[in-house]
Structures are given as structure tokens and as C-alpha cells.
């Protein structure tokens, strides 16, 4: 026997699960669509993320070359150092003041063109050596990049600190990218490598 108040309880549950059913489609769509502008966000990100790190290889191919396998770039004329040595040569030397003029104007422009974004850049000044036997080549590789840096200060060029940090460093006779054992003098080199430090990026 059916209690008065069974008359309800269907109806009553229709009414429940339409109910639950609406609130699942209303959460269903706003789920989507936090998604949908989330992809597009990290898409919009990763799009200036690579116009960063393209903007970056922005620098005279007079002074630079890039190396697109080992992502760096070399300089076009080969600062030959002798065997043993770490001192630049006088007509190496107004060459490699016109590269770090280079280096100091794309930082500027890095910095004023993407003033609102959260990016550092890494300036790495690399020394090599070549494999001719020399005791100390690993420390002799850091003291070439080394009077590098120190060449730039005697002449003014000073990358701003506030968005840049210069790193010497020297691989002596190992690495990647050297060249082959015919023409091991030649890695007696400089090679730098500019990398952005990315944080947060801002769509506008």
C-alpha cells in the first residue's frame, strides 16, 4: 500500500537528477573553457618565449656567426692566440671591442624591447684550447676568455648588471664543436654565448 507521501518521490527525484544534471553541464562548459584560455595562454607564452630566444641571435654577422647545432655562436674572425699564451694580439684587438660594443647594444635593445617581461640574460665568454701537449691548457682556456672581459673593461664596455651577468669560463681541450685534429690550432678560440633567463612571462 502506497503512503501519501510516494505520490511524490518520483517527480521529486526527476527533479534532483535534472537538477545535478544542469549543475555537471555548467561545470562541464567552465572547466572547458578555463582549459581552452589556458592553452591559449601557455601558447601565447611559448610563441614570446621564442621570439626571445630568436632576438637573441640578433647580432652582427660582420662580428658573429651561429652555430645552429650547438646553439652558440663563434666569431668570424679567428682571434688566434699562441701556443701558450694568453694575450691578445694588438690586431685582434679593436675587433673584439667592436664585438662587445655588439654584444652591449643587442643587451640594450633586449632590455628596452622587453622592458615588461621578467627576463636576465647570460653572457658566457668561452675560452679553448688546442691539444698540443701544453700542461695548463684548461687554466690557459679561462685566462683567454678572461682578457677578453678585461680588454671590454679597459674600454668602457660595461654590459648592465641589472639584466646581465657575464660568466668566464674555459674548456680547455675538451667540449663539443672543436675542430677536428688536422686544424687543432684553430681551436685556440674565443666563443660566447648569450642565454636569456626566462621567469614569468607576460601576455598582454
Do not use: H
Request: charged share 25%; net charge positive.
Amino acid at each position: 500500500m502506497k503512503g501519501k507521501g510516494s505520490d511524490f518521490f518520483w517527480p521529486s527525484f526527476t527533479d534532483l537528477m535534472t537538477s545535478l544534471f544542469f549543475i555537471m553541464l555548467v561545470l562541464y562548459v567552465l572547466t572547458y573553457l578555463k582549459l581552452t584560455n589556458q592553452q591559449k595562454a601557455t601558447e601565447q607564452q611559448l610563441n614570446k618565449i621564442k621570439e626571445i630566444q630568436a632576438a637573441v641571435k640578433e647580432l652582427p654577422k660582420e662580428y658573429f656567426q651561429y652555430d645552429s647545432i650547438y646553439k652558440r655562436f663563434s666569431l668570424v674572425q679567428n682571434v688566434e692566440f699562441e701556443k701558450g699564451k694568453d694575450i691578445i694580439k694588438p690586431k685582434d684587438e679593436e675587433y673584439l671591442v667592436k664585438v662587445g660594443n655588439s654584444i652591449r647594444g643587442l643587451i640594450d635593445n633586449l632590455k628596452s624591447k622587453y622592458a615588461q617581461q621578467d627576463i636576465k640574460y647570460v653572457v658566457i665568454i668561452e675560452g679553448m684550447a688546442s691539444n698540443d701537449n701544453f700542461s695548463d691548457n684548461f687554466p690557459l682556456s679561462y685566462k683567454r676568455a678572461w682578457a677578453v672581459l678585461k680588454l671590454w673593461q679597459e674600454r668602457n664596455i660595461v654590459l648592465d648588471p641589472t639584466v646581465c651577468e657575464v660568466q668566464v669560463a674555459g674548456s680547455g681541450t675538451e667540449g663539443i664543436g672543436r675542430f677536428p685534429s688536422k686544424e687543432e690550432y684553430k681551436n685556440q678560440r674565443i666563443l660566447i654565448q648569450i642565454v636569456p633567463k626566462i621567469g614569468e612571462i607576460k601576455i598582454e
